[in-house]
C-alpha cells in the first residue's frame, strides 16, 4: 500500500496527518511518501484538493463531489460537525481498511490556516470557528473592545487613546498595552503607528464596502461577510454599497437582522482565502466580497486557484456573518 501526501511547503498540518496515520496502523511500520506542491498546475495534476492530501495508491479516500485543486489549507468534517486539518484516526482506520483504534489524547492539535474550504461542507463551521477564538480575554480588554466597536458604529471612526482611558483604567496596563493585546490576539489591527487600523467588522479606512447604518454613522466593513453581520451585531437595519471586483457594477444590500436583500437579485458572496499564516484581515478579508452573480464568482474563483473557497447564495452568507457577528457586543 503506497501512502502519498501531497502538500504545500510548510504546511503545518502534515505532521498532525502523519500521527495520525501511524495511529490508526497501530504500531505497524508505515512508509510515507511527501511531495510538495508549488503552483495550482501541479495542484490540479496531482489530484491536490487543499494541503494535506492523502492519496493512498494513487486515490484519494476523503474525495467529495466538487472539490477542485487548490493550494489552501484542507479542511477535514470532524464526528462533531465541525472541521479539522487532517482526517480522524478514526476516518483514517477505514480509508486504510484497518481496525479502528482509540486515538491518543496525546495527539499534536491541527493549526488550522484558517482557510475556508469547499470540501463537502458549508464554511460557516471554518471560519465562525476562527473568528470565534478571536475575542478579548480580559476585563480591561473587553471594555477597550466594546468602546471600539460602538465609536464605529456612532461615529464612523474609532476612539482615540484618550477616549479608551476610562474603559481601560482598572485594568493595570495602559491604553496602548490593551490595543497591543486585542491586536496579538487579532480582535483588532493597529497600523506601523500604533494607530487602530481596523476592528472587525470595522475598518478606520475606506473599502469596497460602505455601510450605512440605521440611526447611526455610515462606516466602512472589513470584508462582504463583516457587512452581512452587522445588522445582527447592532440589531438595527444596515445598508450596504458595494461593487463586483471585477466588472465594477454597482451592489446594494439592505440588511436586517434575520434577513438580506441585494440588488440584483442574483448576488452572490464569495468565502474563502490563502493558505498562510496570519490574521483574517491579510489571508482572506480581500477575497470576501459580493458578486453579481455566481457565475462570474466562479470564473473569478477559477481564475485565482491560490485562493481556497467557496460560493454563497446571499441567504447563507447573511447566515454566516449573524453567526460571527451577532454576539460580540453584548449588553455591558
Same mark, same amino acid.
Given at each position: 500500500m503506497k501512502l502519498e501526501i501531497l502538500q504545500v511547503p510548510d504546511c503545518p498540518n502534515v505532521p498532525v496527518l502523519e500521527d495520525r496515520i501511524r495511529q490508526a496502523a497501530a504500531g505497524a511500520p508505515v512508509e510515507i511518501v511527501h511531495r510538495v506542491i508549488t503552483d495550482p498546475d501541479q495542484a490540479a495534476a496531482?489530484?491536490?484538493?487543499?494541503? /494535506?492530501?492523502?492519496? &493512498?495508491?494513487?486515490? =484519494?479516500?476523503?474525495?467529495?463531489?466538487?472539490?477542485?485543486p487548490s493550494l489552501s489549507c484542507r479542511l477535514y468534517p470532524t464526528a462533531d460537525g465541525g472541521l479539522d486539518g487532517a482526517p480522524s484516526v478514526g476516518a483514517l482506520c477505514t480509508a486504510l481498511g484497518l481496525p479502528a483504534v482509540t486515538e491518543s489524547d496525546n495527539?499534536?492539535?491541527?493549526?488550522?490556516?484558517?482557510? /475556508?474550504s469547499a470540501e463537502g461542507r458549508m464554511p460557516v463551521e471554518a471560519l465562525s470557528s476562527w473568528r470565534a477564538k478571536a475575542l478579548p480575554a480580559e476585563p480591561a480588554e473587553k471594555a477597550v473592545h466594546r468602546a471600539i466597536l460602538l465609536a464605529f458604529a456612532a461615529q464612523g471612526r474609532p476612539p482615540t487613546a484618550d477616549?479608551?482611558?476610562? #474603559?481601560?483604567?482598572?485594568?493595570?496596563?495602559?491604553?496602548?498595552?490593551?490595543?497591543?493585546?486585542?491586536?496579538?490576539?487579532?480582535?483588532?489591527?493597529?497600523?506601523a503607528a500604533?494607530? &487602530?487600523?481596523?476592528?472587525? /467588522?470595522?475598518?478606520?479606512? #475606506?473599502?469596497?464596502?460602505?455601510?450605512? &447604518?440605521?440611526?447611526?454613522?455610515?462606516?466602512?466593513?472589513?470584508?462582504?461577510?463583516?457587512?452581512?453581520?452587522l445588522?445582527?451585531?447592532? =440589531?438595527?437595519?444596515?445598508?450596504?454599497?458595494?461593487?463586483? #471586483?471585477?466588472?465594477?457594477?454597482?451592489?446594494?444590500?439592505?440588511?436586517? /437582522?434575520?434577513s438580506a436583500r441585494a440588488q440584483p437579485a442574483t448576488v452572490v458572496v464569495f468565502v474563502g482565502g490563502r493558505a498562510v499564516r496570519g490574521p483574517s484581515a491579510d489571508t482572506c478579508c480581500n477575497y470576501l466580497n459580493f458578486f453579481t452573480n455566481r457565475s462570474g464568482a466562479e470564473a473569478w474563483a477559477a481564475e485565482h486557484p491560490e485562493i481556497g473557497g467557496i460560493v454563497l447564495d446571499l441567504a447563507p452568507a447573511?447566515?454566516?456573518?449573524?453567526q460571527i457577528f451577532a454576539n460580540l457586543l453584548p449588553p455591558e
Open positions: 496531482a489530484g491536490m484538493a487543499g494541503s /494535506p492530501t492523502l492519496l &493512498i495508491d494513487g486515490r =484519494d479516500p476523503f474525495a467529495t463531489a466538487g472539490q477542485v495527539v499534536s492539535g491541527s493549526v488550522s490556516c484558517c482557510t /475556508p477616549e479608551l482611558a476610562a #474603559p481601560a483604567a482598572g485594568g493595570g496596563f495602559s491604553v496602548e498595552q490593551v490595543l497591543r493585546g486585542l491586536h496579538d490576539a487579532d480582535v483588532i489591527r493597529l497600523d500604533g494607530e &487602530i487600523a481596523s476592528a472587525y /467588522p470595522f475598518a478606520a479606512t #475606506p473599502t469596497r464596502h460602505r455601510a450605512r &447604518i440605521a440611526g447611526g454613522a455610515t462606516v466602512y466593513t472589513m470584508c462582504a461577510i463583516d457587512a452581512l453581520g445588522a445582527a451585531m447592532l =440589531d438595527t437595519e444596515v445598508y450596504v454599497d458595494s461593487s463586483d #471586483p471585477v466588472t465594477g457594477e454597482p451592489i446594494t444590500v439592505a440588511i436586517e /437582522p434575520r447573511h447566515d454566516l456573518g449573524n
